[in-house]
Nanobody, 112 residues
Framework: QVQLVESGGGLVQPGGSLRLSCLASGFTFSSSAMSWVRQAPGKGLEWVSSISSPGMRTYYADSVKGRFTVSRDNAKNTLYLQMNSLKPEDTAVYYC?????RGQGTQVTVSS
């Protein structure tokens, strides 16, 4: 069965960086497009970024373009999200997503 396990969240000051990871299992990760989505307190799910495979094409929401970088290591069945220049409005639970399936999420809090 599909399992997606996110990690790497935490509390960071504005302008700081975090790297999220998502360990995937139960499907052919290397041939699956993957996404990151987030949910801020009291708001709905927001798409953040996607990466194709093969081809490694990447896509970003305007709100994170130039600050976030999505990548993957197919040998490790792992998806990453490097987040730089973090802002308070980036505070959310971040999920990796395959189709309509998501993991349990990892909390990112940006605050001074």
């Amino acid at each position: 069965q599909v399992q997606l396990v996110e990690s790497g969240g935490g509390l960071v000051q504005p302008g700081g960086s975090l790297r999220l990871s998502c360990l995937a299992s139960g499907f052919t990760f290397s041939s699956s497009a993957m996404s990151w989505v987030r949910q801020a307190p009291g708001k709905g799910l927001e798409w953040v970024s996607s990466i194709s495979s093969p081809g490694m094409r990447t896509y970003y929401a305007d709100s994170v373009k130039g600050r976030f970088t999505v990548s993957r290591d197919n040998a490790k069945n792992t998806l990453y999200l490097q987040m730089n220049s973090l802002k308070p409005e980036d505070t959310a639970v971040y999920y990796c997503q395959l189709g309509d399936r998501r993991g349990q999420g990892t909390q990112v809090t940006v605050s001074s």
